[in-house]
């Protein structure tokens, strides 16, 4: 049987590959884009779940890889907009996004300053440089023009040269 | 090294412990099955009961509205008077009262 098709029949060894392959990347994703670890895991809960429940709907256009951060992405957005409506106030990340007690300046330094950007740069550079999906993949997950994609990872790299004084 | 190898490095340590991976293993398989058949209404509105289904202040309140309108559309009719029957209870009135001499009224 195919991967997919186990999937769909909900079978537990596939449900446990699909679980060990993609959630802990996925996991890195939603931190690095929502910058708070307990919101990234209810985020990749939901959207494997959401994938899991949606597979008869997946037609196989792009890669399962894609499409997961497709989802991720939307429900991270959600996730956004549900703490802005609870806290009342815009959510900016605070990039705690590690339990790690011991966390140097330089580290603070740079997820602040991943955390200052619109979530709109945040989520390609994301994508692009933690999730290694390409331009044309950022570009359809995101349904936006290639030049678009292009456009925001310029601009945020040029900002996060300006915040951290470095290239790249 | 440049900041994205650092950050990189840095959320290469974020990881789903094992026991959650497994719990989440187990929703999906719940989820699967439950998806699977069409589970009867009474199960289904449980399970709704018990869910955690976020819905939108404004959309509950436009629900609300709107079954209090149909509630109010299909049953107005049983508070509505009716002149003619009123008038004829009126005027039977005075002849159906009786009149109590004992006991304490409270006006």
Known sequence: MEPLDALRAGEPEALNWLVNTYADRLLRAAALILGDGHAAEDAVQESLMDAVLNLPHFRGDSSLYTWLYAILVRRCRHQQKWLRRVRGVDVVPKGDLAQNPVQSTESIALRSALALLPQKYREVVVLFYFADLTIAEIAE???????????????????????????? | MRWKDRLKEEVSQIAFAQAAKDQLVKELMFAVEKSKGKRPLPARLRDFWHGSTEIRMEALALGLCLITFGLWKAYSAIFAVDKTSALVLLQLGPETITVIHQGVSLL
């Open chain 1, 141 to 168: 997950l995101l349904r936006v023009p290639q030049g678009t994609v292009k456009n925001r990872l310029h601009r945020a790299r040029a900002r996060l040269k300006d915040i951290l004084g470095e290239d790249e």
